[in-house]
């Protein structure tokens, strides 16, 4: 379909959104740890939500996002998949939002400084770090995580050092990384971050590749994504 993307137990149209389905909401979605209270944050087409719902299957999920389009997709999309009792499409900010705790909050953040060439008005507000600076969303998260609860993040490889120094402004600690290469060859081009209000027991850092040397998708990528990709 030209205007989304057919999953296992759902479908995501993105024809109303500015940001549209991607490997790094996937990737986000399959790796990020749950809990029963989720958050995520800057939903877009509600892809990650879906994603969180059906993996923890007893979680309450919360969507958040700034973009009118934004949340009328991703509530569309909500109230046609199996989910639809259990997630929660709010139109806010991350700085306004006044959820309770949570037990995991997911974000596939805007990280682009500045004013960014574009098609749409929206889909600049939905790349642009001046609506979610980095220190506002590590503020904020230790401001909604409970005690033992993690943030987890997909952002470009070149911004992981950025991402741990205002971590650890905001009282944060890393738990978990994998770089993500998209073959062999090349560098990570991008990186899942994981971090705690606890310093973990134990660190852990991979490095993964989506596919392997002859494009086809790796035993690691497949893995993951097995329970969604048809």
């Known amino acids: 379909m030209s205007d989304g993307f057919s999953f296992k137990r759902f479908t995501v149209s993105h024809g109303k959104c500015a940001m549209k389905v991607g490997t790094d909401g996937v990737l986000l979605g399959a790796w990020a740890r749950g809990g029963r209270r989720i958050l995520d944050v800057g939903t877009g087409s509600g892809l990650v939500a879906l994603m969180m719902a059906q993996r923890f299957e007893e979680a ?23 989910f639809a009792g259990r997630i929660s499409v709010v139109e806010s ?10 037990d995991a909050i997911v974000c596939n953040p805007p ?58 402004l905001a009282g944060l600690f890393p738990r978990r990384v994998c770089m993500v290469k998209t073959v ?3 560098a990570a081009s991008r990186c899942l971050l994981e971090y705690g209000r606890r310093p973990p027991l134990r660190f852990e ?7 392997n040397a002859d494009m086809i998708r790796s035993e690691w990528y497949s893995r993951l994504t097995q329970d969604f990709y048809l």
């Open 93 to 102: 900010s991350l700085q306004s939002f006044h959820g309770g705790e949570f």
């Open 60 to 82: 309450e999920v919360t969507a958040i996002d700034i973009e009118p389009g934004a949340c009328l997709q991703a509530r569309e999309n909500v109230e046609a998949s199996p």
């Open 205 to 211: 850092e991979m490095e993964e590749c989506i596919n």
């Open 184 to 186: 062999p060859r090349k």
């Open 111 to 168: 990280f682009y400084a500045g004013t960014l060439a574009s098609k749409t008005a929206a889909r600049t507000m939905a790349r642009s770090a001046e609506t979610l600076p980095f220190a506002d969303l590590f503020r904020h998260a230790v401001r909604l995580l409970t005690d033992g609860g993690v943030l987890s993040v997909v952002v470009p490889a070149a911004l992981r050092s950025k991402f741990d120094a205002e971590a650890a």
